[in-house]
């Protein structure tokens, strides 16, 4: 079995290309397991954003994004009560790898509704700046049931994250984030639900911290269980 290199050319200075079509999948077949950047299917642009998702849901697979110096790896882009652009809703990334820090996100959603990010890879630039997952608040966007489940963030070459990979702002209804693993940040924050009164789980996930009992996670509103140290002790409440 052979492979080729298949160049996705596009002219649009916003993003590198566009999903807009609704419950679509785009996978990079030859990959197995977790993505790499460097390993099958490679998606890059230098500046602006590399996928830019508008249509719900679209499922992501298999694909190595590198976001260094760009503004977003993944967009998922909601424009609020309007819906022509409802890519936060019910699309999927899964399998992926996402290396570099994206100037507003390396994957970015402005609200969620039952957005689902599974088994991927996060990796930081060379010099540890962090490779985000961000949820944000956008005008009527809501963060109604987001999944970040099973993935691993790390660092640069040898180099600790430099601040928190997970950012989820505005209010969370239902979140789940389990079973993930993060390396060593700089800062005293690993998940950061930034908004009171939100809603779900934090559970089973290990940090790379000396005491996570009294730092790495940020819950406001979210039940937090099995948070474990660097020593595999769970954190008390």
């Known amino acids: 079995r052979y492979t080729e290199d298949v160049v996705v050319a596009n002219t649009s200075a916003a993003s590198a290309s566009a999903a807009p079509q609704a419950n679509k999948s785009i996978i990079g077949v030859t990959q197995r397991g977790v993505a790499s950047d460097f390993m099958g299917v490679r998606w890059k642009f230098a500046t602006n954003t590399n996928l830019n998702v508008e249509a719900p849901g679209t499922h992501i697979e298999g694909i190595g994004f590198f976001c260094e110096a760009a503004t977003n790896g993944i967009y998922f882009e909601g424009d609020g009560a309007t819906y022509t ?118 559970t089973n996930n290990h940090f790379g911290l000396s005491d996570v009992s009294t730092t790495g996670v940020v819950q406001n509103g979210m039940i937090v269980t099995g948070a474990y140290d660097e020593q595999g002790l769970q954190a008390s409440a």
């Open 85 to 202: 652009k409802a890519g936060h809703t019910g699309s999927s990334l899964y399998n992926c790898a996402i290396k570099g820090a994206g100037s507003a996100g390396s994957v970015l959603a402005n609200g969620s509704d039952s957005l689902q990010i599974i088994n991927c890879q996060f990796q930081a630039t060379f010099d540890g700046t962090v490779c985000t997952m961000l949820i944000t608040l956008d005008g009527t966007n809501v963060n109604r049931r987001p999944v970040l489940r099973g993935c691993h963030f790390l660092g640069g070459n040898g180099t600790a994250m430099s601040a928190a990979p997970v950012i989820w702002t505005g209010k969370v209804e239902d979140g789940l984030i389990a079973d993930n693993i993060f390396s060593v940040v700089t800062g005293a924050v690993y998940i950061n639900i930034a908004t009171a009164s939100s809603s779900g789980m934090i």
